[in-house]
């Protein structure tokens, strides 16, 4: 199909008569879940017609899919459960099976319907909870992956290494799927902990990939090692990074690495992509110091952003919250899902400016809203504390290796203020003093607070406080206060 060049009006007529036929034929027969919350809030499916009218349909939240002491089990809800008697009724199940017997058709039942692989949300600040794939859904990750890497550029004859840990999570498993589907050499390390730093070193070295495919600090790890090593990579022309943000800075610093170990066009292509969407998107790639931003599959799910507070539905490019839908799924299945993710430059219709490609993109920086902290630096009232903006700055100064920032009572008293730490290991030859200065002076302008201490690492030993290695997901923000 020709998914990236259809007109906006015909992406809309397939993303309408998809819904339909998914909210009447699947959710409402089939979903335990919407088949409650239709009934609850008289919500007649039938009456679902396009995509302006899903504002009529509920939120899905988080919380929805939580275990709660009366459902320990409450994500089951949310799995597809067919009712056979409701299929063998359908007249293209009843030709199907005399023209090529029942077997045949019980079989695709099973292929369509039956939960055989699961990936679970990372579960940082939450209760993890595992979302179930048919056979049908394998189908569409695998689709994703091809069209992911088309949409980075690549060709069947570049090859890739995948540097995302090896887990039930998302990130890993889309990749592994894209090089199958695309049929594409693609060896995947399994990350820094199954085959550690020097393991990872030796298998690019190994594979000559022209892919880098991780998380970013992972990534940018990896390179400055081998970087340091003396390795050159000069067939490296493409970075691929997933699983948290990409910042410019870290982009920056990983071309800079790259071009000193004879790389020459290095592009560096961002992703997103969540548990409940169970897919991801990406950049193509975009000039230096640009974003193309993420490339949406039309027929594949619907992106609304919202108002978070009124839950209005935004308009082209205003900034809100990112809602998802899928329109063609099975296994575990949520409707209008709200991600808690914040994007400034909200969705685009406009035709790439790099690739051409007419899809909808998701535009400019997503942050969360729990990336906001309360701080107590006074006794009195609080601070709110965004850490997305502490983050960009440290990303973006060249002179830091890695960071992290912690947050502590002062004297280790659970009565006493808040204090903010920040850990840094500067890069080779960076001047500590000035680092220190212009550090506070950014923190002043931005956020109107400095660190109550600047304290110094090796980069092994930041490595080790941000677990990089024994951890899915890197410590960034330590939030060492006693629970209250
Ligand atoms: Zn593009």
Redesign the pocket.
Known sequence: MNWDRLSASEQRRIQNVKLRRFLTEVIAPFSPYYRKLFAEHKIDPLRIRTIEDLRHLPFTRKADLLPTSEQPEKFREFIIIPDLAVLKRRPQVIAAALWRGRSVVERRFEREFRPIFLTATTGRSSMPVAFAYTDHDMGNLRTAGARLIQTFGATTKMRGVNMFPCAPHLAFWQVVLAGLEYGMLLVSSGGGKIMGTAGNIDLIDKIKPEAIIGIPTFVYHVIREAHAQGRKWPQVIRIVLGGEKSPQGVRRKIVALLQEMGARDVRVCGTYGFTEARLAWGE?PPPPGEW?GY?LFPDLGIVEVIDPDTGEVKGEGEPGELVYTPLDARGTVVLRYRTGDYVDGGVTWEP?P??G?TVPRIIGKIGRASNTKELQFGKLKGTLVNFDNLQQILDDTAEIGEWQLEIRKAHDDPLDVDELILHLAPVNGANIEQLKESIRKRFQTEIELTPNRIEFHSIEDMLKRIKLESSLKEVRILDARPKG
Request: glycine share 0%; with cysteine; charged share 15%.
């Open positions: 193509c193309s490339h790439c790099y690739c490609r």
